[in-house]
């Protein structure tokens, strides 16, 4: 299946761990630098195409979004900053009215992204700021370069978030710290970042992209049926009361005991050997 094409998004699959097993990480690139890969009408459309061909394309088995890098500053130019995503693109708000907002922000890519049920990793070296903090928190983990910064400051435009993040983030970083966030519209570093659960991991710069494709990967070798599984039942904690909760994990962990991968993986530990997934 071939991946759908972009100038505004760059998309990979790279095999899992360098191996031909046909097993494979898509990496999505959002590319528009000189805008601080800013998300215009095509990123959105791009990424939802992405996410529809990622979803179907079997061979995937994880998924890492990431923005474009700076490019070479022209003569007599400052360089660009690296971001993640700088956010929505501003430049489409100027003329829009209630009822193109609505349209705009109604089933967008965002959520597109949160409906993935394959593992999500959000790789940020740089600004994630307003629809990009939303991009990021909408994947399953974040990791982030030392240099990165987050933060909500749509009040600094006259607006609130648009793309999830008073749920998302507040499911995420807790209801005060988010109030803290949106209200203030400042800019946190990934170190505080993280200590807030923000992100998962920050690492150097240079290092962003072997510890994420790391980790990419290790999720990648894994079955892509039970990691869709652990998924839904993770996100089940969202949406349900702990009791509630805790007997849609019974009935998910009890319905894997008829899985080819629950066999596979009990008798390859019990036999000493590498497990060789189904993905059902
Ligand atoms: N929408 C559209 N364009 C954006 C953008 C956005 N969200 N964020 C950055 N850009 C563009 C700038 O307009 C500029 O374009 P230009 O070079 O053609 O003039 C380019 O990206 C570089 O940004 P610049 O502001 O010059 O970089 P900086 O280093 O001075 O500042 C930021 C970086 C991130 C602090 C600043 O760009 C910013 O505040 N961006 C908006 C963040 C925001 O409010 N996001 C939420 C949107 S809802």
Same mark, same amino acid.
């Given at each position: 299946?071939? $991946?759908?094409?972009?100038?505004?998004? +760059?998309?990979?699959?790279?095999?899992?761990?360098? &191996?031909?097993?046909?097993?494979?990480?898509?990496?999505?690139?959002?590319?528009?630098?000189?805008?601080?890969?800013?998300?215009?009408? @095509?990123?959105?459309?791009?990424?939802?195409?992405?996410?529809?061909? $990622?979803?179907?394309?079997t061979?995937?088995?994880?998924?890492?979004?990431?923005?474009?890098?700076? #490019?070479?500053?022209? &003569?007599?130019?400052?360089?660009?900053?690296? $971001? !993640?995503?700088?956010?929505?693109?501003? *430049?489409?708000?100027? =003329?829009?009215? +209630?009822?193109?907002?609505?349209?705009? !922000?109604?089933?967008?890519?965002?959520? $597109?992204?949160?409906?993935?049920t394959?593992?999500?990793?959000?790789?940020?070296?740089? !600004?994630?700021?307003?629809?990009?903090?939303?991009?990021?928190? *909408?994947? =399953?983990?974040?990791?982030?370069?030392? /240099?990165?910064?987050?933060?909500?400051?749509?009040?600094? #435009?006259?607006?609130?978030?648009?793309?999830?993040?008073?749920? /998302?983030?507040?499911?995420?970083? %807790?209801?005060?710290?988010?109030?803290? #966030?949106?209200?203030? %519209?400042?800019?946190? =570093?990934?170190?505080?970042? @993280?200590?807030? %659960?923000?992100?998962?991991?920050?690492?150097?710069? @240079?290092?962003?992209?072997?510890?994420?494709?790391?980790?990419?990967?290790?999720?990648?070798?894994k079955s892509v049926f039970i990691a869709k599984a652990a998924k839904r039942t993770?996100?089940a904690?969202?949406?349900? +009361?702990? =009791?509630?909760?805790i007997a849609i994990e019974a009935e998910e962990f009890a319905k894997l005991f008829d899985s080819k991968d629950k066999v596979e993986g009990v008798n390859a530990f019990m036999a000493?050997?590498?497990p060789n997934w189904h993905d059902n």
């Amino acid at each position: 299946m071939d $991946a759908p094409i972009s100038d505004v998004l +760059s998309i990979e699959k790279i095999a899992v761990n360098d &191996e031909e097993t046909g097993r494979y990480i898509a990496l999505a690139t959002i590319n528009r630098p000189n805008k601080l890969n800013a998300l215009n009408s @095509e990123v959105m459309e791009a990424l939802k195409n992405f996410c529809a061909w $990622a979803e179907a394309d079997t061979q995937i088995r994880c998924i890492v979004l990431t923005g474009a890098k700076p #490019l070479a500053p022209l &003569e007599g130019k400052r360089p660009k900053p690296n $971001a !993640f995503v700088a956010g929505a693109d501003i *430049s489409e708000f100027v =003329d829009m009215d +209630s009822k193109a907002a609505k349209i705009k !922000f109604t089933d967008n890519a965002v959520e $597109a992204i949160w409906n993935l049920t394959k593992p999500t990793i959000a790789m940020i070296d740089g !600004f994630a700021l307003g629809g990009g903090s939303e991009v990021a928190c *909408s994947c =399953d983990i974040r990791i982030a370069s030392k /240099r990165s910064k987050f933060g909500t400051p749509e009040i600094n #435009l006259g607006l609130i978030p648009g793309y999830g993040a008073t749920q /998302r983030l507040s499911r995420l970083i %807790g209801y005060g710290k988010t109030l803290e #966030l949106v209200l203030t %519209g400042e800019m946190i =570093d990934a170190e505080q970042a @993280e200590k807030i %659960g923000l992100v998962n991991q920050v690492c150097a710069n @240079e290092e962003l992209y072997d510890i994420t494709m790391n980790m990419a990967n290790i999720i990648a070798s894994k079955s892509v049926f039970i990691a869709k599984a652990a998924k839904r039942t993770i996100r089940a904690s969202l949406n349900h +009361s702990l =009791d509630e909760g805790i007997a849609i994990e019974a009935e998910e962990f009890a319905k894997l005991f008829d899985s080819k991968d629950k066999v596979e993986g009990v008798n390859a530990f019990m036999a000493r050997s590498k497990p060789n997934w189904h993905d059902n």
